[in-house]
């Protein structure tokens, strides 16, 4: 299978369905902002985050190219046809006990902070941003247009992106500059 297709050239592409859209639709620019949060997570993971948190990147990219694929589907088909692109409530709930678990080592938070710190501690701070971003994105398509736990999911990202970002300047003993 080549790399190119050539069927894009005029500025379309296809969703899941086989509806073909403009690249500026957007869909299209939501999952591309989803697809951004994804490599700046293999980015932060380049920047040599600790082991655990290392883990904790590869499983929310695999997750992020579920949401991804769901974004590219607007007739939600694609969940009874791919297993790796189903998203639970489960995998929020998964989330949700790594930022309790991180917390627990961290100081109190009782500023706003600057990003910063090391670098896989910046990268992650950029991570959560372009969460947020993507955040907006997925909104723009509807609230009705998604799944309700894309939109959960992507909002428990971004807490967990900036709880794991102090941890890792935490670990590396360097401070939190706050604002």
Known sequence: ???YTKTGDAGETSLFDGTRVSKTDLRVTAY????ELQACLGAARAAGVPPDLDEMCVTMQRDLFAVGARLADPSRKISTRVDKAVLTDAQVACLERWIDRL???LPPLRHFILSGGTP???ALHLARAVCRRAE???LHIGAQAVEPVVLVYLNRVSDLLFTMARAANHRAGVSETQW
Not at 32 to 35: I, T
Request: charged share 40%.
């Open 103 to 105: 917390d627990a080592e």
């Open 32 to 35: 591309g902002e989803v697809d």
């Open 136 to 138: 907006r994105a997925v």
């Open 1 to 3: 299978m080549k790399i």
């Open 120 to 122: 896989a501690g910046a």
